[in-house]
């Protein structure tokens, strides 16, 4: 999946690092939970048989793990 691969280069993706949820930082809420989310959406497109379901599930892991390699440090 190429397109997926191109995601994942967010170059010209910006984040906005001083974003608060529930009063903490939304970097560091991420950057904490991200893993634990990507098994979870794995998981979610492993059950689903919806191919366009499965292709969203996949986009958006592409985008959090380029945003991780971006944030998380």
Excluded at 13 to 42: H, M
């Amino acid at each position: 999946m190429k397109e997926l691969a191109m995601l994942s280069n967010l170059e010209n993706v910006s984040v906005n690092l001083e974003a608060k949820t529930k009063g903490k930082s939304a970097q560091v809420i991420f950057c904490e939970n991200w893993d634990n989310a990507k098994v979870a959406l794995g998981a979610i497109a492993a059950m689903v048989k919806n191919p366009v379901v499965k292709l969203v599930i996949n986009i958006v892991v592409s985008v959090g793990d380029g945003i991780k390699g971006k944030v998380c440090v």
